[in-house]
């Protein structure tokens, strides 16, 4: 899983929605043709990590077996959660389908699953725009109207 080989197609597709000028990978290492500000750390980091900007894209490798461990899912939920709260605006992550739950429980979507046998690979995104749809009674026609004051009693 050193080498991924649709990174770069990833890549290309989120570029044409918007342009990726600053981006964070977690056990990725950065490739010199990727376009942008690239910074790498692992994801013991990421828990220690000064908050100094919020990142257009973050990359995240999970595929390890060592990621897997009951030991590590802590810090695992701790690292995501701090990269969609604070680091990053959309979230990619290259996962083991062991983590399904984990990640369904932190918000994310899966965009593609991969189940070749000598390597499991599932793709999730975290988007902050596209994560929650805000409904149709969420809105001031529906509540607080105040030229509906002195007509309606309840």
Known sequence: MAD????????QLLAEEKKVTSAITIDITP???WDGQWQYCNL???LSLPFT???????????????IQGQNQISINNALV?????FAKKIIVFAHP???????ALGFNQLLQNMPENNPVQIWQFNILTYKHVPDWFNSKFWA??????????
């Open 31 to 33: 490739q010199s043709h």
């Open 44 to 46: 013991t980091e990421v």
């Open 98 to 104: 062991q983590l399904e739950k984990q990640l369904r």
């Open 145 to 154: 109207n105040p030229e509906n004051w002195d007509k309606f009693r309840w």
């Open 82 to 86: 701090r990269l969609r709260d604070l």
């Open 4 to 11: 991924f080989d649709f990174i770069p197609l990833l890549l």
């Open 53 to 67: 900007q919020r990142y257009d894209l973050a990359l995240v490798n999970l595929v390890k077996a060592d990621h």
